[in-house]
């Protein structure tokens, strides 16, 4: 059972991931649980403030480091994780981080709104920030709600079917093959259009020689889009003869 407790001034946003598809399906199985905590409900003036303008000028506000720091000795008092901010200045999200946090108990996730949050809360609560990606969001919540999705769909049994997650890209360092359902020949009709047929070998129902395609498919597309992860990987002697057959059959350039 994992835990995350995540710190939001936008608490209702998390019904995306408490509600809907894999991840809500696998909370109503009671696979993992969530802790929603306003910063808002932490303040003690009367109009209830979270933010105020940057020190030495400049455009937009920053979150009040004391407001913060009280809600997350109150995550931490009810047996919170490691603390996490969630901001383009962290490390870049990838599957090994989504393993390391798919193997722990509890983690907190702080999402900051406008400019960010005091540099101070972040020096003495903070144990790592992450980034899902570099681009700019408006808010942390998109980011946690991404982080969560990524780690829930690992957990034992969240995947429908029988599906495993063991089995899916990212895992073994490739890419996706191609996938394919009906109708056989699409679009289908008239005679003047263009029209795509399913792959023979995925009709057949020869296992072996499946699983071989879409090997070679995935080295392949690997091979054209991120050759970046390629580099990272050993090739088996077999996947090094797919990936050389792909080449010849793609004219040996990569598209
Ligand atoms: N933000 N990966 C700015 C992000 C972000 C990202 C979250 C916007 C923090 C203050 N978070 N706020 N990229 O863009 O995680």
Redesign the pocket.
Same mark, same amino acid.
């Given at each position: 059972m994992i835990h995350f407790d995540v710190v939001t001034l936008f608490p209702e946003m998390f019904a995306a991931v408490t509600h809907s598809g894999i991840c809500g399906r696998a909370m109503e199985a009671g696979l993992w649980s969530i802790g929603l905590w306003n910063p808002r409900d932490f303040t003690k003036d009367t109009h209830r403030t979270v933010d105020d303008r940057p020190y030495g000028g400049g455009p937009g506000m920053v979150m009040l480091a004391p407001p913060l720091e009280r809600t997350l000795d109150a995550v931490k008092e009810s047996g919170g994780g490691k603390v996490i901010y $969630? !901001?383009?200045q #962290?490390r870049k999200l990838d599957h090994e981080k989504v393993m390391e946090l798919a193997g722990r108990e509890a983690t907190t996730l702080l999402c *900051?709104? +406008?400019? #960010?949050v005091d540099e101070r809360l972040i020096e003495r609560r903070v144990d790592e920030e $992450? !980034?899902? #990606?570099d +681009?700019? $969001? !408006? *808010?942390?919540e998109l980011?946690a709600m991404t982080v969560m999705d990524a780690v829930v769909r690992q957990i034992p049994g969240a995947l429908g079917g029988g599906q495993s997650a063991a089995e899916e890209s990212f895992v073994d360092g490739l890419l996706d093959c191609p996938q394919y359902t009906r109708p056989e020949v699409w679009p289908e009709g008239d005679g003047a259009k263009v029209t795509a047929r399913v792959p023979s070998i995925l009709l057949g129902g020869h296992h072996e020689n499946i699983r071989r395609w879409r090997l070679k498919q995935a080295l392949g597309r690997t091979w054209q889009r991120r050759p970046d992860l390629l580099a990272a990987r050993k090739l088996s002697e077999d996947e090094g003869k797919l990936l050389e057959e792909f080449r010849r059959e793609c004219g040996e350039s990569g598209k």
């Open positions: $969630l !901001s383009p #962290g *900051g709104r +406008y400019e #960010g $992450l !980034s899902i #990606g +681009y700019v $969001l !408006s *808010g942390g980011a």
